[in-house]
């Protein structure tokens, strides 16, 4: 039997049953599309497609350079790629964004329609977004009850499978329509993208290293390090799980491996694998999340149209030093702590009173772990119009955020280096410095380093007001 297995947000060979079951079925094609054609508007961003080469690239090479690309609607090209390759069957792994779910739906109506069978397989996810329900059948709309009664009441997740061995790949070249890695054109022209390759080992070897060294010097202290952005505390999966280089089996069960049930870092880590579950629920039942306000009632909020600020926030240069060391370290890492994640989010949308779109849409071109469906949820959390959202009046200040966690300021000198010299007592509101410490640690504020664009107290007051403004129900 020959089968075609395309590999999508599963690019690994270790827990990846739609493979597995490939491989027991007889010979096997591996093929890769990068369809464009049906994601639209939320089509890749550049930093995600920066990684996607390599960890293509990467994956290849443990196929052993069987591994086939397409460039174009996927619902076009498999259809004569099971013609030309007389394909018994195809099989793939299940993803949920809605474009995707969508068009795999047509897909396997037209393939079956040829005759030939068809399988997809869970692999994304701990739990598939229809399993996890209230007792009504209804769905979850707040993360805890979803977390601790749905998910952790449910099915345990299955153990992760071993890596099939003796593969067998089909003989027979697929030629119609492929191309090479290079000519899918991910890598932009300009190199700007060597800083972020520098901060990282992108394929499956480098998953396995990165969850390994987290296992082993972060997930003890996890749940107050989290929160610091200079310790080593935190995974860095999440580029890793967005693209399948790990599944969230192998995570959720070697975690568990090495650190006691009961332990509250376990569950403080556990816990952030459930909200990217419940993330991919709400999109699941609410398919217009990224785009439409969960809450119908900030439908009719003003949001402000200022350029400037959206640029000066975009390049780290709103003259907050924690708020511009997030947005650098993103920029030039792909990458982002959860932390200034939400300290950075706090400031567009309710100092800056930037729509939440703006927001998602930086994350998504900057991002190398933009997932479509936790880009979203967690936008619309930080602006107060989602699902178990931050509530309006919670406005991060960015001086206290950058004091409590990052007191010593060794991440914020490294992200913001012309602010090196400065005490610390200064780090993270310049403006109120002496001009002789100013001057002594060579700084020239309007100059080397912005002054703030907004000034805190009246941008508050300003957000509480829009927002007290908001009808009482939609």
Request: with cysteine; aromatic share 10%.
């Amino acid at each position: 039997m020959k089968t075609i297995m395309w590999f999508r947000q599963d690019l690994r060979l270790t827990d990846n049953p739609a493979l597995i079951e490939a491989v027991k079925s007889g010979e096997i094609s591996p093929v890769y599309i990068l369809d464009d054609h049906h994601s639209g508007s939320h089509k890749m961003g550049a930093a995600s497609r920066v990684w996607l080469h390599h960890s293509l690239e990467s994956l290849d090479k443990s196929l052993n350079g069987n591994l086939r690309f397409f460039k174009g609607p996927a619902d076009k090209i498999l259809p004569e790629l099971i013609l030309q390759s007389n394909a018994d069957k195809i099989v793939w792994t299940r993803c949920y964004e809605p474009w995707r779910m969508r068009r795999d739906i047509l897909i396997k109506q037209q393939i079956k329609k040829l005759g030939v069978e068809v399988k997809s397989f869970a692999g994304s996810l701990l739990w598939e977004p229809h399993q996890i329900h209230k007792s009504d059948g209804s769905h979850y709309r707040v993360f805890t009850p979803f977390y601790r009664r749905g998910c952790l009441n449910a099915t345990l997740p299955r153990k992760p499978l071993p890596a099939p061995s003796n593969i067998k790949y089909s003989p027979k070249p697929l030629i119609s329509k492929n191309c090479t890695l290079c000519e899918l054109e991910l890598l932009p022209e300009q190199k700007w993208y060597r800083t972020i390759l520098n901060e990282w080992k992108i394929g499956e070897l480098g998953a396995v290293q990165t969850l390994t060294k987290f296992l082993e010097n972060g997930i003890t202290s996890y749940k107050i390090g989290r929160n610091i952005p200079s310790q080593k505390s935190v995974s860095r999966l999440s580029p890793r799980l967005h693209f399948g280089e790990l599944s969230p089996n192998q995570v959720w069960y070697a975690s568990q491996d090495v650190v006691e049930h009961g332990d509250s870092n376990l569950d403080s880590f556990l816990s952030e694998l459930g909200w990217r579950e419940f993330a991919h629920h709400l999109n699941f039942h609410h398919q217009t999340l990224a785009n439409e306000n969960l809450n119908p009632k900030f439908n009719s909020f003003s949001w402000k149209m200022t350029p400037n600020s959206l640029k000066a926030w975009q390049t780290g240069m709103t003259g907050y030093p924690i708020v511009d060391a997030g947005m650098r370290e993103l920029y030039q890492t792909g990458y982002m702590h959860n932390r200034l994640r939400m300290i950075v989010g706090s400031f567009l949308v309710k100092n800056l009173l930037q729509h939440w779109h703006h927001g998602r849409d930086w994350f998504h071109d900057c991002l190398v772990d933009a997932d479509l469906c936790v880009n979203s949820a967690s936008w619309q959390w930080i602006a107060g119009c989602g699902a178990d959202a931050a509530p309006y009046f919670r406005i991060f200040n960015p001086i206290t955020q950058g004091e409590k966690f990052d007191a010593d300021g060794t991440y914020t000198r490294k992200w913001v280096p012309e602010l090196a010299g400065l005490p610390k007592k200064y780090l993270f509101c310049p403006w109120q410095a002496p001009s002789e410490i100013l001057d002594e640690s060579g700084i020239q504020l309007g100059k080397s380093y912005p002054m703030p664009i907004v000034d805190l107290k009246t941008s508050r007051e300003m957000a509480l007001e829009a927002f007290s403004k908001l009808p009482k129900s939609a």
